[in-house]
Nanobody, 125 residues
Framework: QAAEYGGGLVQTGGSLRLSCVISGQPFPSFAVGWFRQAPGKEREFVAGIARTGYVTKYADSVKGRFGISRDIGRNTTAYLQMTRLKPDNTTKYCC???????????????????WGQGTQVTVSS
């Protein structure tokens, strides 16, 4: 299972940190991705971290402003630190878990098999 926390309303230029708590996975490591999903549109890759935890990738639109990280314990928590937010960052953000045996960042939504419900981020101008 995956569950997101931390969305909300923020002003332009502000910051938010989204959390994704992942539980119940039998594997010691897995890839995590954050996607944005606007109503009626396909999920769009925002950031991802490989199962090793050492490789990350970002959509061009968020490079230098967003950061993805993870803690590994009994439950894994992944984070998306969002800074210098803009109104066009407004949408629902979902985290996803990828169980494929690869050490690369998974970029496609269909690479991921477990999804959270999403958390809404609204950036006011």
């Amino acid at each position: 299972q995956a569950a997101e926390y931390g969305g909300g309303l923020v002003q332009t230029g502000g910051s938010l940190r989204l959390s994704c708590v992942i539980s119940g996975q039998p594997f010691p490591s897995f890839a995590v991705g954050w996607f944005r999903q606007a109503p009626g549109k396909e999920r769009e890759f925002v950031a991802g971290i490989a199962r090793t935890g050492y490789v990350t990738k970002y959509a061009d639109s968020v490079k230098g402003r967003f950061g993805i990280s993870r803690d590994i314990g009994r439950n894994t928590t992944a984070y998306l630190q969002m800074t210098r937010l803009k109104p066009d960052n407004t949408t629902k953000y979902c985290c996803a878990v990828g169980l494929q045996a690869t050490n690369t960042v998974l970029l496609r939504a269909d690479n991921y098999s477990i999804w959270g419900q999403g958390t809404q981020v609204t950036v006011s101008s």
